[in-house]
C-alpha cells in the first residue's frame, strides 16, 4: 500500500473514530450516477457512543486509549498550524456519503452554514496527513474528492427504494453497488447491544454463475479438518465462483499474482486457510511467529502443477518449491492423494505438525458458533486471543462472517463480539 493510500486510511479512521454525524438522503443528490459503490452513514454520533459496548473496540478506544490519542495529536495540529480544528469536528458532525467512479472515489457531507470555511479546515488537515484533496462547496454541502479524481460525472444517485425497505431502523450504515456478474450488492450494519453485526445481498445475474453456485459443495466438506484457532477462512465454491468473488484484488502484472490467479483458476472444490500467532519473549524481545497453512483442493494434476511451478522459475529445496519473496519464503507442496495444494511460510511438514498439536477440529468451532453444514463460507477470526498476544489485555472478542445461498442472491451475515 502506498504511503498516500496509508495516510487516507488513518484520516478516514480518524473521522470514524472521534466523533459521529447523521444522514440525510440528499446527499445522494450530488452522488455521481454512475457510482459503482456508495456508503450512507446514519446517526454516528449515536451508533459510535454504542459501539463502545461491543468488547473489542472498547478495548482499543478507552482501553488502550487510542481514540484520546488521535484527539491529542489533531489538539497538536490546532496550535502547531493554526488549524480550525472546530470547523474540522464540524465537518465530521454532518451527514456523509462516500461513493466509487471509474474516475475515482470521495464524498459528499453537510449541510454547513458555512462550507468555504468547513472546507479549508478539511484542506489544512487532509495537508497535515500529507493527502492531497479537493474540496467543493456546492449550496450548504462539501463534496471531496482525491486529487486526480475525475468530477464531471452527472449527479444524482438512487437506491432503490426496495433495497431500502429492507435496511433496520436501528441501521448504522447502509451500503449499494454494481459488480460484473451481478444485478446489485447491498447490505447493512447496525450496534445491537455489545455486538457489531451486518448483512449484505448478491443478487447473481450470471445463470451460469448461479448453477455453478448452486452445484457447489457446503461446508460439510470440512467437517473432519483442523484448523489453526486464531484464523479460519473456509469456501466450498468452484473455481470460477471464487474468481468472481476475488476479481479485483490480483494484478496482473505481478509474477506471484499471476501464479496466485492461475492456481484459483484451477481451483476444485474448496480453499481452506487457518492460521494463528505464536508469541515469545526472548532476551527481553517480543518474537512474533505466523503459522499460516493454505489447502486448495485442485482441478490440475502434480504433473502440470510443476510444469506451471518450473515455467514461473521456482526451484524445488528438501522436497518443497519455494518462492522467495521480500522479505519471507513461501513453500508449495502437492497432496496427490487429496488432490490439494498446499502453501505455508514453513515447511508444509512443520506447519502441519503446529497443526497437529494446536489445531482445533473445524466442526467443533462451526458447532460452538451454530454454523449450519449447509452453508458455504465462513470467516473466523479470534479476535480477543490475538489482541491479548499483541498487548497483553484480555477480552472475550469474536469475528464470524458467513455465507450461504437463498435462491438467486448469495447472502452474508457476520458479528463481531
Known sequence: MSRVRERLLLLILSVLVITGFAISTELLELVPQNSSFVLLLNDNAGNYDMLKSVPIFS???SDLGLELMIQQQLEIYRYSQNIDLDRFYQFLSHGMAFYVTDGGAGLVAGPFEDPEKVAEALSQIAEAFEVSLMTEPTGNYLVVTV?????????GFQIPATVLKGVPSNAWGVYYGKKENTSETYGWFAVEGNVLKGRGVSH???KALLKAVE???????????????????????PGD???AVLEGILE????EDE?????????????????????????????VKPWVLVRLNTTLEKAKFEEMMKKRGYAVEAGNWVAHLEDQVLYFNFDEERSEIL??????????SKLEEAGIPLSNLMERLSIPKTYRGLIFVDTGSLLEKFIGLGVESHMVLTTHQEGDTIVSEFTLR
Not at 502453501?343 to 502441519?352: D, H, I, R, V, Y
Open 204 to 206: 447473481i445475474e450470471d
Open 259 to 287: 501464479l496466485a490467479r492461475e492456481l484459483l483458476e484451477n481451483v476444485g472444490k474448496y480453499l481452506l486457510v487457518s492460521g494463528m500467532l505464536e508469541v515469545s519473549v526472548e532476551q527481553d524481545q517480543q518474537e
Open 252 to 255: 496482473k502484472n505481478e509474477t
Open 215 to 237: 452445484e457447489a459443495p457446503s461446508l460439510s466438506v470440512f467437517e473432519k479438518e483442523r484448523v489453526l484457532p486464531d484464523l479460519v477462512f473456509a469456501i466450498a465454491v
Open 59 to 61: 478495548t482499543l478506544l
Open 147 to 155: 486529487e486526480g479524481t475525475t468530477t464531471s460525472e452527472k449527479k
Open 343 to 352: 502453501l505455508a511460510f514453513e515447511p508444509p511438514s512443520l506447519t502441519k
Open 241 to 243: 465462483v471464487l474468481n
